[in-house]
């Protein structure tokens, strides 16, 4: 059992890191310890839980996840030294487990020295180094600071840009001239990538911005949903539409993830998926999962191979939701609470209306009926064919569906109606057509 000296990191239901303001995901590590030096804290315990714990490295924390859902948050604000990883023979033949340490400022101990220690096989851990010295010096929290430091350099840069031109005389001159177009030239495009960056800034802000609201809006649909109006819920709805077009803040990436990418692709697409699961009814065609799932990642885009591995993944990793493959071969995400019984009971009630008795139904009856899709009511109701509860008839319309009248006749004598059930109003609704 892991020590409670750190802080906990909040998860999202897929066991993902909630990120906080700005805060983007820049690597991630599996089976890793978190150790204290023992030497002058001898009372604290380590982080260690099986192998299945990964950390995070986000612009602003160390987050360190355990299979058992135990987490711990090292803000890298509170970090004053990192110390470059030794190079020893042992680690070099891969006998001992590649270490990073650093000195962590707690808020109440005073200053420990931490020890990340990466168990079983890594090549990752230089690079994780690298990563880790880049987000604690390029200090993402201070950001603010930096813009006006950049600004105020910018103005002593303008403020100091006075020289004096000389004339272009001989060989000197022509390459003194060809120096100064090549300088310019390079202020240029530094100019230019500035702007980009700036429009970039500008995009990641609004993507941000778009997030919170989307987390208020389902925030208060839950418990605002009774009071309010069919215009408000479908003003409502458009505006959770836009936001989820937006995109994601922080897409998992291969150079990122490394081995954990179809781990932590498998958790992102599982939190991502909520939103649409919930506008579609509990269940969704998978092609569309793709499809909205890419225009949320922006230029980070997935191979379908990768989509359909990260959903295979979800049996393991205990997440809301759950790939599903119908008998006609058709895959759909579906939504662990909702329920085939319940699915099928909506079907029963429908399929016995007056109407409905007399000329069935088709796919999209069912569709208007359960909010879904025809294509996904189809296959609800090949299902509970499946179960006995549905016969098909098969015209040159399409498919139509009937409730199963055969378990209620009698072979003894097929004639016999009872005045109360099933048969007896299938009846009753074909004699008044």
Known sequence: MAGKW??????????????????????????????????????????????????????HRLIWIS????????SLSHITHIYPPKKSLKSMLSISSPRVKFDYSHPSMGSIAVTLVMRGK???????????????????????????????????????????????VGVAGILRKEQEMWESTDKTLQ????????LMS????????????????????????????DEEMSSKEDVQELLLSVGIISPVTKESAGALYHQQLSRQLADFARVPLERAGGMINLIDVYCLFNRARGTELISPDDLL??????????????LRKFDSGVM????????DEEVFGRIRTLVLKTEALRVGISASDAAMTLEIAPAMAKEHLLAAESKGLLCRDTSPDGFRFFVNLFPEINLDDMYLVNESGIYASWVAAVGES
Not at 122 to 142: I, P, T, V
Not at 209 to 225: D, F, I, P, V
């Open 67 to 74: 299979p058992s859902s135990d987490t711990a948050s090292i």
């Open 191 to 198: 100019d230019a990538f500035q702007d980009l960056n700036a």
């Open 332 to 339: 759909v995400i579906q939504s662990k609470s909702q329920s």
């Open 202 to 229: 500008k995009a990641r802000e609004m993507v941000k911005l778009a997030e919170r609201m989307r987390q208020k809006l389902l925030a208060g649909s839950t418990s605002q949903s009774s009071n309010a109006s």
């Open 309 to 322: 591995q990260a959903c295979t993944l979800w049996e393991k990793l205990d997440v809301p939701i759950m």
């Open 6 to 59: 750190l802080p906990v990191a909040n998860l999202t239901s897929s066991k993902r890191p909630i990120l906080t303001g700005d805060e983007v995901e820049c690597f991630y590590l599996s089976s890793i310890d978190i150790e204290p030096d023992f030497t002058t804290h001898p009372t604290l315990s380590p982080y260690t839980s099986g192998i299945l714990r990964f950390l995070t490295l986000t612009t």
């Open 122 to 168: 890594s090549d990752n851990h230089e690079l994780f180094y690298e990563k880790f010295w880049a987000a604690w010096k390029g200090r993402a929290w201070e950001s603010s600071g930096a813009v006006a430091a950049a600004e105020a350099g910018a103005g002593a840069g303008e403020g100091s840009s006075v020289a004096i031109r000389v004339p272009v």
